[in-house]
């Protein structure tokens, strides 16, 4: 089984652009695609990006994902920051083998 | 419009049964593609996957709760249930069901409920 490795926390200012990144510990980061899911304080998760790269119809552009089979990794992008993006946000992915659902630790955004 | 609502208790007791249920809305169980998922987060802590039932009845389960868990499904009522059991304070999470999304190479939820909290205390 892998894990999806994220930053504790990340902090921007508003109108900056901040990544934050999601590792996978072995295998291809390209063997299943990964998503991404914003959650606000006291709300549950939606989904920001699917399918490494997709945004559902109502997220804005500002939110942006990519693969690096490199560093094995995803990255989520988020530009022109504002207050309202401040939240925590979760990369999953899909382990075959196991048939197990794996999120990652989670990375809390900060718009100072 | 898809929705769906958790429901089951709010406290339950340590070495006790949980059983939690998702009534949904908006797509049916017997279509062909379609799945539902449970979901927990320990308070400040990250999402936690825990099983999936499969519109042809097909069920999955996180291998680390694999003993402790039973999803059904009643298709004619749109609700999907979870058992757990054994319940332990650590159990203590806001339990979400979720609509995993049809396509088959996909693999994520596009539609989440609202969650609920559920602490296991004496």
């Known amino acids: 089984k892998f894990i999806l490795t994220q930053p504790h926390s990340v902090s921007e200012s508003p109108g900056k652009t901040v990544t934050i990144s999601c590792t996978r510990s072995s295998d291809s980061i390209d063997d299943n695609y990964v998503h991404w899911y914003q959650q606000r304080p006291g709300s549950s998760p939606i989904t920001l990006i699917f399918?490494?790269?997709?945004?559902p119809s109502g997220v804005p552009d500002r939110f942006s994902g990519s693969i690096d089979s490199s560093s094995n990794s995803a990255s989520l992008t988020i530009s022109g920051l504002k207050s309202e993006d401040e939240a925590d946000y979760f990369c999953?992915?899909?382990?075959?083998?196991?048939?197990?659902?794996?999120f990652g630790g989670g990375t809390k955004l900060t718009v100072l | 419009q898809i929705t769906l609502k958790e429901s089951g208790p709010t406290i339950v007791k340590p070495r006790q049964t949980l059983t939690l249920t998702c009534t949904f809305s908006g797509f049916s169980l017997s279509t062909s593609g379609e799945g539902v998922g449970w979901i927990r987060q320990p308070p400040g802590k990250a999402l936690e996957w825990l099983a999936v039932?499969?519109?042809?009845?097909?069920?999955r389960y996180s291998p680390a709760m694999r003993s402790r868990l039973a999803i059904t499904k009643d298709t004619s009522k749109n609700q999907v249930v979870l058992t757990v059991t054994n319940m332990d304070p650590v159990d203590t999470a806001t339990y979400y069901c979720?609509?995993?999304?049809?396509?088959?190479?996909?693999?994520?939820?596009?539609?989440w409920g609202q969650g609920m909290l559920v602490t296991v205390s004496s």
């Open positions: 399918e490494d790269t997709q945004r």
């Open positions: 039932i499969y519109w042809d009845d097909d069920k």
């Open positions: 979720a609509h995993r999304h049809p396509t088959w190479t996909s693999y994520h939820f596009d539609y």
């Open positions: 999953q992915s899909y382990d075959t083998s196991n048939h197990d659902w794996v």
